[in-house]
C-alpha cells in the first residue's frame, strides 16, 4: 500500500497568497457573468445577421445559462479526481474555444452550439470557487472571501451591456466575443503561471502527464483507496467508482431540506436576475428608444445596487455572525437575517420597476429601482452561498454544484418562457408576479432562521452521504 502523502493545509498559507489565489478565482467568475451579458444589447443584429427573430436571438442567453448546469457535472467528479487546479484550467481552454467558436460562427445554430460550450466552461470558477473558499479560508472570514470573490461578477453583468454596446455599433455583435476571448485568455495565463492546488482530499505535485490515465497513480491518499476486509490491505479504489460518488453526491444532498429551500429559492432570485437581463433592453427600447449603447448604460442601476449589496454582505456578514452568537457557536443560521433583508429589497425594487418603466416617466426612475433589486438580489445570492459553505465546509464544491445544476436550468427556462409569456399578459405584469413571487419567499427564510439549528439536528446524517 502507498504512504499517504503528507502536505500541510492550504489554511496555513500566507495570508497574502491564499487572497492572491482567491483574486484569481474572482476574475475567472468574473468573465461568467460578463459572458452572459455582453452580447445582449447586440441581439438585435445577431437576429439582423441571421434573419431570425428577436425572441429567437435572445435563445443565446440561456442556452449560456443552460451550460451553468451541465458544466458542474463534468467538472465536480473530476475535480475529485485530479484535484481542482487541472479543472480551472481545462475549464479555461473551453470557455476560450467557446466565444471563439461563437465570433466565428457562420449560422446561428452554431452560435447556439459554442454559447452552451461556453456556458459548460464558465460553470467551473462558479462552482469550485466555494470549494476554494473553503479550502482555504477560515470560517470568521469567509463572508469576506465570499464578497471579495463577488465583486467582479456584481460589475461583470454589468458593464458588459455598456461594453458590449459600445463594440456591436463600432465592429459588429461578433466584436463582443473577440473582447470575451482577450478576457478570458488573461486568466488562462495567470491561471497557469501562479495559482497552486488547494484541495486536500486529492492534493499532489504536478504530475507527469501520462499519469492522468491511471488516476490511482497520481494520489497517495487514503481517500483513494479502500479496505477489502477488515484487516486487511488498502487497495486501490476503481477511476469509475469514485466519479459516480462525485456525481451524485450533489444530489444526494437535496435529502437535506436546508439545502433543497435554498436551492429552490436561489432558483427562484436567479430567474429574476436573468429575466431584468433580457427585460431591460427591451424595456427601454421600446418605452424610451434607447440604442443598444444607451441600453448598455441602463443596466448601471443594477450595477450600483450590487455594488451596495456586495459592500453590505462584506462588511457586516461576519459581524452579524459574530455579533449573533456572542460567546455561543457561530451558527450558520446567522448568515440569514441579512437574506432576508435581500428579499424585501428585491419585492421592492420589481414594483418600482414595475411601476415606473413607461414613456411618461422619466427613465431614470426604473434605474433607480432596479438599484435596489440589484442590491437584494446579489446580497441575497452570497448569503444563500455562505450560508450552505459554514453547513459542510467539506461540502463546499458539491453544495455550489448542487445549486448550478438546479438555479442555472430554471433560470435558462423561465427567460426563455417569460418571452412567451410577456406578449400575452405584458411587461408590466410580468414584473408583478416575479415581485409577488420573491415577497412569498420570505417566510421560508424566517423559518430557516428561527429552525434551522433544529431541523439540522434531525438531519445531520445527509450531510455525511
Known sequence: MPAAAQWGSPKDWPAAKKWLHIAIVASMTMAT???????????????????????????????????????PLLFLPLSKAYGRLYIYNAANFMLLLGNLGCALSPAFAWLLVFRF???????????????????????????KAVAFMAFGTVWAPILGPVIGGQIAEKFGWRGCFWALMCVVAFNTLITLLFMQETSTTHHFNTPHWTRLFRPHLLF???????????????????????????????????????????????????????????????????????????????????????????????LFSDRIMIYLAGHGPRMPEYRLPLMMLS??????????????????????????????????????????STYLIDLAPERAAESATLLATVRFPFGAAVCALSEKIVPLIGRTTTKEVFATVALLTLPAVFILYKYGERIRANHVSKFSV
Open 220 to 314: 497517495p491518499s487514503t481517500h483513494n483507496y479502500t479496505k477489502l476486509e477488515e484487516g486487511g490491505d488498502l487497495q486501490p479504489r476503481r477511476f469509475r467508482d469514485i466519479m459516480f460518488q462525485a456525481v451524485c453526491s450533489p444530489f444526494r444532498l437535496l435529502l437535506h431540506p436546508i439545502v433543497c429551500v435554498v436551492a429552490v429559492l436561489s432558483s427562484i432570485f436567479y430567474s429574476i436576475q436573468i429575466f431584468l437581463y433580457v427585460d431591460i433592453p427591451a424595456t427601454y427600447k421600446a418605452e424610451y428608444g434607447f440604442t443598444p449603447s444607451q441600453t448598455g448604460l441602463a443596466f448601471l442601476g443594477n450595477g450600483i445596487g450590487m455594488t451596495v449589496g456586495l459592500v453590505t454582505f462584506g
Open 117 to 143: 460550450l461556453a456556458g459548460c466552461g464558465g460553470a467551473c470558477a462558479i462552482t469550485q470557487g466555494s470549494g476554494t473558499i473553503a479550502d482555504i479560508i477560515e470560517k470568521e472570514n469567509r463572508g
Open 33 to 71: 457573468p460578463l459572458a452572459s451579458s455582453i452580447h445582449t444589447p447586440a441581439l438585435p443584429l445577431i437576429a439582423a445577421d441571421f434573419s431570425i427573430d428577436r425572441s429567437a436571438a435572445s435563445l443565446s442567453v440561456p442556452l449560456y445559462v443552460l451550460g451553468f448546469a451541465t458544466g
Open 343 to 384: 428579499v424585501t429589497l428585491v419585492f421592492c425594487g420589481l414594483v418600482g420597476y414595475s411601476l415606473t418603466a413607461f414613456s411618461s416617466i422619466d427613465w431614470i426612475y426604473p434605474i433607480i429601482a432596479n438599484g435596489f433589486t440589484g442590491a437584494g438580489l446579489y446580497s441575497l445570492s452570497m448569503a444563500a
